[in-house]
């Protein structure tokens, strides 16, 4: 049996070389390649430290209306982020490809393909894929809109530019502070407690903006940025595989 496999998000250096290892591999006729196949526009950015690929792509909404949301796609070694809440919007998640392990407020909710997740404003939570050998991929919708899109084209370009540590968090500490300070209104850890990081962010979040340091910076947030140093899909390689003895 042949089967068509699409490599995508491949990472550059600022001098154009190819990160090794990065990318990752969707068959063609799976429902996220086919997602993105059919917007080859859409501008994928890619972590090369955690190997997390997001694009941003239309989709329909429960009401029929097309809407923009954001396109995930994790490996399944994945731990997922920190367990977090967001003070202020509710997060839509929908399974599109594998499933994954959702924590809310301590309880562990399976969801797999095709299934929805709503987690309201102020739920701890984390997630990570169940699978552990493929690819798993989701569509996310923040309601109302907050700043995760700026914040994470912010982080995963410094990665982009080994600004930071093996788990993919800025390795500068008041680069810390200045992305927490900026996200004291709309994204929090639950560990330390919310409150001492609202005071930590309000003590320092001033001096690390004196010190030259942002929590979204607009190099990163540009789709030039990631035209450049991420292989989009109208560069992508296409691979042929066959399985089995079938010529």
């Known amino acids: 049996m042949?089967?068509?496999?699409?490599?995508?998000?491949?990472?550059?250096?600022?001098?154009?070389?190819?990160?090794?290892?990065?990318?990752?591999?969707?068959k063609r006729n799976s429902p996220t390649a086919r997602l993105l196949l059919?917007?080859?526009?859409?501008?994928?950015?890619?972590?090369p430290v955690t190997k997390e690929y997001g694009a941003a792509v239309l989709v329909k909404n429960k009401h029929g209306k097309e809407v923009l949301q954001g396109l995930g796609i994790i490996?399944?070694?994945?731990?997922?982020?920190?367990?977090?809440?967001h003070p202020s919007y509710d997060e839509i998640f929908t399974v599109l490809e594998g499933s994954f392990d959702f924590l809310l407020n301590g309880k562990t909710l399976r969801i797999g393909?095709?299934?929805?997740?709503?987690?309201?404003?102020?739920?701890?939570?984390?997630?990570?894929?169940?699978?552990?050998?493929?690819?798993?991929?989701?569509?996310?919708?923040a309601d109302p809109p907050g700043k995760l899109n700026e914040v994470i084209?912010?982080?995963?370009?410094?990665?982009?530019d080994g600004k930071t540590?093996?788990?993919?968090?800025?390795?500068?500490?008041?680069?810390?502070?200045?992305?927490?300070?900026?996200?004291?209104?709309?994204?929090l850890f639950v560990s330390p407690p919310p409150f001492v990081q609202k005071l930590l962010?309000?003590?320092?979040?001033?001096?690390?903006?004196?010190?030259?340091?942002?929590?979204i910076y607009d190099t990163y947030t540009a789709d030039d940025f990631w035209k450049k140093r991420v292989e989009q899909l109208a560069t992508a390689s296409v691979q042929k595989l066959t399985y089995g003895n079938e010529r």
């Open 2 to 26: 042949n089967t068509t496999n699409i490599l995508i998000g491949r990472s550059f250096t600022a001098d154009g070389l190819p990160m090794e290892g990065s990318g990752v591999l969707l």
């Open 38 to 47: 059919a917007q080859q526009d859409t501008v994928i950015i890619a972590n």
């Open 75 to 85: 490996p399944p070694a994945s731990v997922g982020p920190p367990p977090h809440i």
């Open 113 to 141: 393909e095709g299934e929805t997740i709503v987690v309201k404003k102020g739920t701890a939570h984390t997630f990570k894929p169940a699978a552990t050998d493929s690819v798993c991929s989701f569509l996310l919708e």
């Open 153 to 160: 084209r912010t982080i995963w370009g410094l990665a982009l």
């Open 165 to 187: 540590n093996a788990k993919g968090q800025p390795n500068d500490f008041w680069q810390g502070i200045a992305i927490g300070h900026e996200l004291a209104d709309d994204t």
């Open 201 to 215: 962010f309000k003590w320092f979040g001033k001096t690390a903006t004196k010190k030259g340091y942002k929590g």
